[in-house]
């Protein structure tokens, strides 16, 4: 007959009480006098020193820690509202704006510099929704994927698939870093010759129309 787990673990236990017992009798005078006598005067003075403590004492300390236990929830709950709003209502900067088109800049170099482009991209597109609906990055990202929040189509795919992809073959990584190489060499600091596909230019006119940025950065 083959034992299934529950049934091992009631008959260990059974065993472990039965050794328990046997053992405790066997020594038992060791065990009161090391154990039970210990444990018992703990108990008894415990006892002791609580009946000798007023019950209005008890009654305020338990006043007490409700109103701790409430100031400090209410607390937390408007601390969290507070950052909540915050980020709602924290524009988006112009560092940051600069940031991204920085990434743009070299999508081309790699692929690693493509799925960058688009992560970057992907919160910055649910970072200026969340700032203009007035909602948290979480509910735009419900919005859009409900279809309740209406964007092209492009924008929609990298929001759900947090990638863009693209029909031309990207630039080699060693090309990249050549015309880094020769920009910094140079004193260059202007934008690679990109090659945007359709898709990736539909997501940043839609990023600069939201922003209501011209392709010359006005």
Same mark, same amino acid.
Request: neutral net charge; glycine residues 6%; charged residues 25%.
């Given at each position: 007959?083959?034992?299934?787990?529950?049934?091992?673990?009631?008959?260990?236990?059974?065993?472990?009480?039965?050794? !328990?017992? =046997?053992?405790?009798?066997?020594?038992?005078? !060791?065990?009161? *006098?090391?154990?039970?006598?210990?444990?018992?005067?703990?108990?008894?003075?415990?006892?002791?020193?609580?009946?000798?403590?007023?019950?209005?004492?008890?009654?305020?300390?338990?006043?007490?820690?409700?109103?701790?236990?409430?100031?400090?929830?209410?607390?937390?709950?408007?601390?969290?509202?507070?950052?909540?709003?915050?980020?709602?209502?924290?524009?988006?900067?112009?560092?940051?704006?600069?940031?991204?088109?920085?990434?743009?800049?070299?999508?081309?170099?790699?692929? !690693?510099?493509?799925?960058?482009?688009?992560?970057?991209?992907?919160?910055?597109?649910?970072?200026?929704?969340?700032?203009?609906?007035?909602?948290?990055?979480?509910?735009?990202?419900?919005?859009?994927?409900?279809?309740?929040?209406? %964007?092209?189509?492009? =924008?929609?795919?990298?929001?759900?698939?947090?990638?863009?992809?693209?029909?031309?073959?990207?630039?080699?990584?060693?090309?990249? %870093?050549? *015309?880094?190489?020769?920009?910094?060499?140079?004193?260059?600091?202007?934008?690679?010759?990109?090659?945007?596909?359709?898709?990736?230019?539909?997501?940043?006119? !839609?990023?600069?129309?939201?922003?209501?940025?011209?392709? *010359?950065?006005?």
């Amino acid at each position: 007959m083959k034992l299934n787990n529950k049934a091992k673990i009631i008959l260990s236990l059974i065993l472990v009480v039965v050794i !328990f017992s =046997v053992i405790s009798l066997i020594y038992w005078d !060791f065990i009161r *006098d090391a154990v039970v006598m210990p444990v018992y005067y703990v108990i008894w003075l415990g006892d002791l020193l609580l009946k000798s403590i007023p019950q209005e004492v008890y009654l305020v300390i338990l006043i007490g820690l409700c109103i701790v236990m409430g100031v400090t929830t209410v607390a937390k709950i408007r601390t969290q509202r507070l950052a909540e709003s915050g980020e709602r209502q924290r524009p988006i900067g112009g560092t940051r704006y600069l940031f991204w088109r920085k990434i743009y800049s070299h999508i081309d170099s790699s692929q !690693f510099a493509r799925n960058h482009f688009a992560s970057e991209t992907r919160r910055l597109i649910l970072a200026i929704l969340s700032h203009q609906e007035g909602v948290d990055v979480f509910e735009v990202e419900r919005m859009i994927v409900n279809g309740d929040l209406p %964007v092209p189509k492009t =924008v929609r795919n990298l929001i759900l698939k947090q990638e863009i992809k693209s029909p031309i073959k990207p630039q080699k990584a060693i090309e990249g %870093v050549i *015309d880094r190489l020769r920009n910094l060499i140079l004193g260059e600091d202007s934008e690679l010759d990109l090659q945007i596909d359709p898709q990736t230019d539909e997501i940043v006119s !839609f990023i600069e129309q939201r922003l209501e940025i011209t392709r *010359d950065g006005n």
